[in-house]
Each structure stands twice: as structure tokens, then as C-alpha cells.
């Protein structure tokens, strides 16, 4: 029944907040209309909150959480559940702080659809350990919300051969966790979206991405491809959401 929108990124350099991504959500939403905004990534909610112009500009009602009496109601009663990007520490922080994590897993499989950006893309996955942010704010636990059995990696940038810097790259770092970890990893790229529904897993926009396994040499996946075998590994790792 689960039906993700998973974006590398909110804004792609040259256009507007989800203007890239604007075709692909009126597709995946179809009819509807109401969308549930969780703005707990950035410190400034009511600043944040002011993309809600983008939604009503897409003919979409809108509503955050910070604003909700009730938040667990507003989830149920949601057509759409979008989380936007900002600092992933924060955002955990804040859903388990507000008790979000099983009321959002719950709507998810029944299948309300989830839109996630960048930080939002991070906690659909089981931690967020593939996170490159600065711990701001301890979370009271690492555990995210699980909807998928794999890790995203946002905002993936390649090793810079010309480069003198001497800090790791992202694929160092996502090896690293590899080496810890058993969840695949997937690094997208700028501009790029998982869309996972029916059972499957569809690599869209313009760019490949990298497919990262433990004990396995990563692997370039090009747009348009079919991952549908990273929701195998569901079935082998314990305590993920049906």
C-alpha cells in the first residue's frame, strides 16, 4: 500500500522551491488535494510555512503541524503528508518529540502518500545515519520512520579528481557506514526522485544514481531504472514497517 515520493532536493540551481519536482508530485498525488506540511527541519516554522504559496500556486490545500491542535488527527485526516528539508537532527528530534512516528507510519501504509525533500527524504528511511548534517540537537533516538528498508543519501556529489581537499567524500563516508550497517544506499543526485508504489522502485529525473551495498562495489544507476530489488532487503532486516 506504501506510496513515497522521495526528492534529492527542494530547489535545483536555476529554478524555484520544487519547481524540478512540480510534473512528477501532480502526477503522483493525482486528485488529491490536502497537504499536511511538517516543517520540524528548520528552527523558523513560521518562516517555513511560507511555501505554502508553492502548494496553493499547485491548487493544493495546505496545512503545517506546528499549527495543528491535534497532530496525530491532522496526520489521519491528511490527503497528502509532505516533510521538506533543513536539518535532519532537528527533524527527528521533533517527530518523536511530538509522538509523529507511529501516526505517520500508520497513514503511510494505509496509503496516504509521503512526499519527502532532502531531510524529509532521510527520515522515510530506517535511521538517519546517511545524514551529512551537524548534530544541532541530540534525537531521542536514531530510529526514523522505516516506510522503506534502504538509506538515502541526498544531495550526492561525486569525488572531485582536480580537488586538493583531503576530507572524505560522500561515498567514503557512505562506505563507512556500510561497514556497520546492512542497508543498501542510494545516492541521488541533484534534480533526482525515488518513486516507490505498487511494489516498485523508479529512479526519475535527469541524472543516474549510486547504488551502494555492503560488501559489493558500487553500482551507476541510470534514470529511469527500476530498483525494486532494494525492497528485498526488507524481508532480512527486523522491526521495519510492513
Known amino acids: 500500500m506504501s506510496r513515497l515520493l522521495l526528492i534529492s532536493n527542494s ?4 529554478s524555484g522551491y520544487l519547481d524540478h519536482a512540480e510534473a512528477e508530485i501532480r502526477d503522483f498525488i493525482g486528485k488529491r488535494v490536502r497537504v499536511v506540511f511538517i516543517p520540524y527541519a528548520l528552527h523558523d516554522r513560521g518562516a517555513y510555512c511560507e511555501q505554502d504559496g508553492r502548494f496553493r500556486k499547485m491548487g493544493l490545500e495546505f496545512q503545517s503541524v506546528h499549527n495543528a491542535s491535534n497532530t496525530s ?3 489521519e485526516q491528511a490527503e497528502i503528508i509532505f516533510i521538506g528539508g533543513g536539518n535532519t537532527f532537528r527533524l527527528l528530534y521533533e517527530l518523536h518529540r511530538n509522538q509523529m512516528i507511529e501516526p505517520i507510519r ?3 501504509r494505509a496509503g496516504t502518500p509521503y512526499i519527502g525533500s532532502s531531510a524529509g527524504s532521510i527520515v522515510a528511511c530506517p535511521s538517519l545515519k546517511t545524514t551529512k548534517d551537524m548534530p544541532v540537537i541530540q ?3 536514531f530510529e526514523a520512520l522505516n516506510l522503506v528498508p534502504f538509506q538515502v543519501s541526498p544531495h550526492y556529489l561525486d569525488p572531485d579528481p582536480t580537488s586538493t ?4 567524500t560522500q561515498e567514503q563516508r557512505i ?3 556500510l561497514e556497520e550497517n546492512e542497508e543498501p544506499v542510494v545516492g541521488l543526485r541533484e534534480g533526482s526522485i525515488l518513486r516507490v508504489e505498487g ?5 526519475k529525473g ?3 544514481a549510486r547504488v551502494f551495498r555492503s560488501g559489493a562495489q558500487p553500482i551507476e544507476t541510470p534514470a529511469g531504472s527500476n530498483l525494486s530489488e532494494l525492497l528485498l532487503q526488507r524481508s532480512s532486516l527486523a522491526g521495519l514497517v510492513a
Do not use: K
Open 165 to 168: 581537499h583531503m576530507g572524505e
Open 175 to 177: 562506505l563507512q557506514f
Open 139 to 141: 534525537p531521542f533516538s
Open 206 to 208: 535527469p541524472h543516474s
Open 73 to 75: 488527527r491532522a496526520i
Open 11 to 14: 530547489t535545483l540551481h536555476g
Open 106 to 108: 500508520r497513514a503511510v
Open 199 to 203: 511494489g516498485e522502485i523508479t529512479l
